[in-house]
């Protein structure tokens, strides 16, 4: 085997500051916390995970874990830690927990994201799983073999599928599926105030091209990369209805969320340019440039969370839309809403593919308000419990939005009762204000990298029956909480113990876990997740060419499905009557509902019917509400405003 290249990186790069492993270790140890402020840290880790944590019964039962035991280990131990084994070993109590809600996020110094400026995915080819390099930063140098298409064989001399399996060990996925994602991410990419830092300075890396084989070696370097740690706050737009703050309304992967940040950073520069251009737009909805119309691709105002397109089949074309996250990093979740209501719109009427792979969640309202967009059934959304202690029941009374939980919290001195009762978010109406605005099949992707929000809009596309779901993995992530910062907490929580971090440091907490509806009702999220209905395994012609086998996969889903239609045009009201004009496919009788109370039914061919029904007592807030039936089932619903 011919000598080693060694991969560098040329000017240019806009990264700014950028430091070798090394030199980053040099740059965190120069100011080491104090005793009494690692003390002050590990108290309130304390706190949280005793008092609040929601999983804590079911991480011991299910990982054999004790975070409290190893934080008092910890605690007797202070003195004797260096600055680096102090921060690993708190680190690793809550990796333990194997949940990407609660987390240690280290001090300020160390606000960075480690990288090797290649992104690997798996896929399986002839039966056989293969790592390949599909993308590279446009800025390395010295070895012009390391292409993308190459497959990596070997990692620091170990076959691929062990050094995937021992990385993953180090990482924090509910599940086997979660695990294995998160730790072949972590091995080219990972922020280094969430993760355990690389423990070498660099990888060598065997890989193959065509026939030929060949070796590299990739130095670690960190850049700086400072992004917002938190969570919602006063100025954010929520939906009609809801009186929480947006802060009580987080369910996000903040790991997942910051490495698809950065992935777009290094390896999408094209989706970069192109939110500028919609950011310099003064319309609207942008015009397609040239290169768009050509992909079918739709244009959209919020590119950095969608992505919306045509996609051809053998099976025939469908709407495929991308949700990349439901963390609105502007706090507009409404104009995120608005958006994908247009979008669902525009997009072909025979099927449509919602695509939600390596979304870490975000805002629970983003996610659960979709979902009576492609539903006739009412949407219940996922109810969610505290566990019950005594701090929980002191938080719960001096925090007015937590207040409905507070009787059944008290309650549980004398009934023993692991959980508070269970309760929505929000109320139920607000996720049914819209009603379906999609009325053709629609199929879910997911992958072991949706967590959260994810996990919830998975689940409640699953447990509303609203289609099929198809994974590209055995198993979603798993994350089933809602989470809040240690900061926020502190902040609502007036008197109670929780004490300022020193440096910058930080937690997380799942401070509520939701439980599943329908046929699973009660059911957790965590650790569980959500098992897709069908499978399909990425090849490499999904991970080169734009995921093209997993749409004719998703496509032959659609093709069984039905298409409807649905629509009504609402004549001018007379004697507290109005005629409604009814345009139907495969709609065989529609009933008719004001307020609730029914006003009519039909019998539709497809066409157009005309329906006379009493409007008398309606307000200005009056709604109509149409059900469209198969036979006795309910296939179609949409809302009229009078």
């Excluded at 991480?59 to 690993?88: C, G, N, W, Y």
């Excluded at 958006?339 to 659960?368: C, H, Q, T, Y």
């Excluded at 709604?623 to 179609?636: I, K, M, N, Q």
Aim: hydrophobic share 40%; aromatic share 6%; glycine share 10%.
């Amino acid at each position: 085997m011919p000598s080693i290249n060694v991969i560098g990186m040329g000017r240019g790069h806009g990264l700014g500051a950028v430091r070798t492993m090394p030199e980053f270790r040099a740059h965190v140890e120069a100011s080491p916390l104090s005793e009494a402020q690692r003390r002050t840290l590990v108290d309130q880790a304390e706190i949280l995970i005793e008092g609040l944590y929601v999983h804590l019964p079911l991480k011991r039962a299910m990982h054999a874990v004790d975070p409290l035991q190893s934080l008092r280990l910890l605690r007797s131990r202070l003195p004797m830690l260096t600055e680096a084994e102090f921060h690993i070993s708190l680190q690793r109590v809550f990796l333990g927990l194997r949940d990407l809600h609660t987390n240690y996020i280290l001090p300020d110094r160390y606000v960075g994201f480690a990288f090797l400026g290649i992104l690997v995915e798996r896929c399986v080819e002839g039966g056989r799983p293969q790592w390949i390099v599909t993308k590279t930063f446009d800025h390395l140098t010295g070895d012009p073999d390391l292409v993308v298409g190459a497959e990596v064989t070997h990692w620091n001399g170990t076959p691929m599928a062990i050094a995937v399996e021992r990385n993953a060990a180090r990482e924090a996925g509910s599940n086997k599926a979660a695990s294995l994602a998160r730790g072949l991410e972590n091995m080219t990419i990972r922020p280094v105030r969430m993760s355990l830092p690389p423990d070498e300075d660099w990888v060598d890396l065997t890989y193959r091209v065509g026939a030929a084989e060949h070796e590299t070696r990739l130095p670690w370097r960190v850049f700086e990369s400072s992004t917002d740690l938190g969570g919602g706050d006063a100025s954010a737009e929520l939906p009609t209805g809801i009186s929480s703050p947006s802060s009580h309304l987080i369910g996000l992967d903040l790991k997942t969320e910051l490495s698809r940040r950065v992935k777009r950073r290094l390896f999408a520069p094209s989706s970069l340019k192109e939110e500028a251009r919609v950011e310099r737009s003064a319309l609207d909805v942008p015009r397609a440039t040239k290169a768009q119309q050509e992909a079918g691709i739709v244009p959209t105002n919020r590119p950095t969370e969608l992505k919306a397109r045509t996609v051809s089949t053998a099976s025939g074309t469908f709407g495929h839309l991308r949700i990349y996250t439901f963390f609105m990093e502007d706090r507009n979740i409404a104009a995120f809403i608005e958006e994908v209501a247009r979008l669902a719109a525009v997009l072909p009427k025979d099927g449509l593919i919602l695509d939600v792979r390596g979304n870490g969640g975000g805002f629970v309202i983003a996610s659960e308000f979709l979902l009576q967009f492609f539903t006739p059934r009412r949407v219940r959304p996922e109810p969610m419990q505290f566990i019950n202690t005594r701090l929980t029941a002191d938080l719960c009374g001096r925090v007015a939005d937590y207040r409905d939980w507070k009787p059944s919290i008290d309650e549980s001195i004398t009934t023993g009762a692991p959980f508070s009762r269970a309760l929505p978010l929000y109320p139920e109406d607000v996720v049914n204000s819209v009603g379906q605005l999609y009325h053709g099949p629609v199929v879910l992707i997911t992958d072991a990298l949706c967590y959260s929000a994810t996990d919830i809009f998975a689940a409640g596309f699953q447990d509303h029956a609203i289609g099929p779901v198809l994974g590209v993995d055995e198993n979603t992530g798993a994350g089933g909480a809602n989470v809040l910062t240690h900061e926020a907490l502190r902040a609502d929580w007036t008197g109670g113990p929780l004490r300022a971090l020193p440096s910058g440091a930080a937690y997380r907490v799942s401070l509520r876990r939701c439980l599943r509806v329908g046929d699973r009702f009660g059911q957790p999220v965590e650790d569980l997740g959500v098992v897709p209905d069908e499978s399909h395994q990425l090849t490499r012609r999904d991970v080169m060419e734009d995921n093209v086998d997993l749409m004719e996969a998703a496509g032959r889903l659609l093709a069984g499905g039905t298409v409807r239609v649905l629509g009504a045009a609402v004549g001018a009201p007379a004697n507290g009557r109005v005629t409604l004009t009814l345009q139907t496919e495969s709609i065989d009788s529609v009933d008719v509902y004001l307020d609730g109370r029914p006003v009519g039914t039909a019998v539709t061919p497809d066409g157009t019917t005309d329906l006379d029904v009493s409007v008398a007592g309606a307000t200005p807030d009056s709604v109509l509400r149409l059900e469209g039936f198969d036979g006795d089932d309910l296939v179609a619903s949409r809302l009229i405003a009078l």
